[in-house]
């Protein structure tokens, strides 16, 4: 039988990432291209013990089915966790539980994209939520990035030209893959661009509490008076990804047809790890936590940068230093052939993500790859870098 | 603002059934809107057990991302486990573990469906999965359901008209609403159908194990050597709703572009509760737990048609007896004004739920209602027929 494929799938190809994901799991690779959490930033001992009052305690309400819109407690926590440390959430807006941030992505463009309608994106961006938008087959239109932001320039005249523009979506903070954080003078213009346009800001912010170095940038979410801004937040990067949980503060009408969307879709996120997940942030030291993970993501990446100084800079490849996040984006001199690069360093068991991955049109040029420092271990990560280093010097 | 939204979510609404499952959580409310396993059904100190040696002997594995395919071991188990019980699964095909069975409607009608496109179902059928399909904007194209299945004239007049008809919606073993079984005869005849047009048949089978009369009927996907049947398994009323646990088995090429819109949605499934439901099948007495899954129902199901026998029948109300699920389809005499029927149930603090929800269109004529019998106690399965028996008397 010839197997008849949606419009919408037909050109919708695996993740690179997650592909490269399998591919790194090959012991003898050493894998650079993860976007893992460090499993030493799992609060193991704390997820246990809980899991296990929940199993005596409360055993038929984690078992038993529950409401779409998330466990009721953990709502209420994680929205007053918002509003009072980042002030994001007004009386219009309403806060979900999803399965990870992902599914934020998918919702929104499930509930107001059709098909060959525009979303703007940062070029680069993250490739799993592109993949999602593509998955509704919206046309994506990426505005370079620049160190402080999306150049603003280019996002008006996409917001002036482009046609049914639904939203503009960005990641606020360390973004993936480039790093970038994006500055609050951008923010507020992005924000005010957004407001005269009358689209959107789909504000994706899983890094946000991994800031390792400088201060705190406030989400754009948090000066939405207008009811323009959806925000997902995640907590994979400060709890677990394998739990998958994410949540979306966003206006109530917006929600409510998230809402329809993910009755369809899960009925309900796994209620264990929801009510983990409320338990870890009321009984356990959660500020304290989170300072403890940007302890351990602040040596990684300074080791990281170290390296990249003693062995890639030397040898003509650049990057931009962080102030948090899980990735470094490093670019080759003008001229050279990234691909090649990327498929060399992987014949020399080392792997990285090529960075047209994260490009709107794979097809495009890009001098750039993606390192992941939060997977590897320190002896991994300098293994790694230093044969990314001797295949630079060899073919650069 | 004025919200934008999709056409595919313009006219959809929360599920009829989900919104009466909050109003039933009013405790004064005799519910038997449901569909909630029975609660004394879920293993519990077996899945505390379980997830306590997880987090103890594996934790990293259990809150790490994970493959969008599914954990390996429980993916292997499953297979093996339909295979060696149902011979469901062929070379040809592939099986993911997803979040939940809802999500095998989602993906499927994601990859498969363009909008417009029209989608065969049973009418009445299961509302989850319609919604789900409508959310995909596909055009639904309901078929009577008979005592034995769906009318085969119907099906097969549907099938020589109806335009661009992607798959056959099924279930097939004590079907939600109505708990028909479709026999043999006409799972094969549905099958050469659907062979003779070239189209799909999505076979849905989250009661199947729920038997507590009778004979097994064999899958229609065990006989599916050309490779047209998608095979939606679930964990929900063997293990636990809250889990969010299905699994699909279906040729390769489906599968794969499911892959890629599962990794879109919500990139993999919830690893805890994977790893618990793989060892719960392997070092637990996963047999002798459905034989006693069976027990529950089997009391349950006839304790419920004792108190039909005794309370609605005599008063006009005439009802299919059932060979096992959780739902009772209850018929009102003709000319009876069911919603209003419905309505004057709710006042008197019993919920049911009104056939109409389970049409392809709501706003057809139906004479029937839902009932529930798992979720409520003995109590209060008495207490709510009692009183729709009452009433009954009073009004038809």
């Known amino acids: 039988m010839e197997y008849i494929v949606s419009d919408r799938v037909k050109t919708l190809k695996p993740s690179a990432i997650r592909e490269i994901f399998k591919y790194a799991a090959d012991p003898t690779v050493v894998s650079l291209s993860a976007g893992n959490p460090a499993p030493e930033a799992f609060p193991i001992q ?13 055993p038929v309400a984690a078992l038993q089915y529950s409401f779409t819109e998330g466990y009721p407690p953990l709502r209420r926590t994680v929205g007053e966790f918002m509003k009072n440390e980042y002030n994001v959430g007004r009386d219009f807006d309403d806060l979900i539980i999803t399965s990870g941030a992902q599914q ?14 525009t979303v703007i994106c940062e070029a680069p961006s993250f490739i799993g939520s592109l993949n999602s938008f593509r998955s509704y087959n919206a046309r994506l239109c990426g505005i370079p990035l620049e160190p402080d932001g999306m150049n603003l320039e280019a996002l008006e005249s996409a917001l002036k030209n482009e046609k049914n523009v639904r939203f503009i979506y960005i990641i606020s903070n360390f973004q993936n893959p480039s790093g970038v954080t994006t500055s609050l003078e951008k923010r507020k213009a992005i924000y005010e661009l957004a407001k005269k346009y009358g689209v959107m800001i789909l504000e994706d912010n899983p ?9 705190n940038v406030a989400p ?11 925000y997902a937040g995640s907590f994979s990067k400060i709890l677990s990804p394998g739990m998958r ?6 206006p109530k009408p917006v929600v409510a047809k998230m809402v329809v969307c993910k009755q369809g879709e899960d009925v309900h996120t796994n209620t264990w790890a929801q009510m983990v997940a409320h338990r870890f942030m009321t009984e356990y030291d959660f500020a304290g936590h989170l300072k403890g993970l940007r302890e351990i993501y602040r040596k990684k990446a300074a080791f990281c940068m170290e390296l990249l100084d003693k062995y890639l800079v030397p040898n003509k490849i650049t990057y931009q230093p962080i102030e948090g996040g899980l990735f470094i984006w490093c670019r080759l001199p003008g001229g050279a052939d990234m691909l090649d690069f990327c498929k060399q360093a992987v014949l020399r068991k080392v792997c990285v993500v090529p960075g047209n991955a994260f490009l709107t049109d794979e097809g495009e040029q890009c001098s750039s790859f993606r390192i992941n420092f939060s997977t590897p271990t320190d002896e991994q990560l300098e293994k790694g870098i230093k044969i990314l280093g001797e295949l630079a010097k060899e073919i650069l």
């Open 46 to 58: 704390a997820i246990a013990e809980i899991s296990n009052k929940i199993l005596n305690e409360e």
């Open 104 to 117: 934020v992505m998918d919702l929104l463009t499930k509930s107001m994209v059709n098909e060959g309608d």
């Open 207 to 215: 890094y946000g509490e991994l800031r390792i170095s400088g201060e």
């Open 220 to 230: 754009i979410k948090s000066f939405d008076e207008d009811g323009i801004v959806v």
């Open 245 to 250: 949980l994410g949540y979306v503060i966003a």
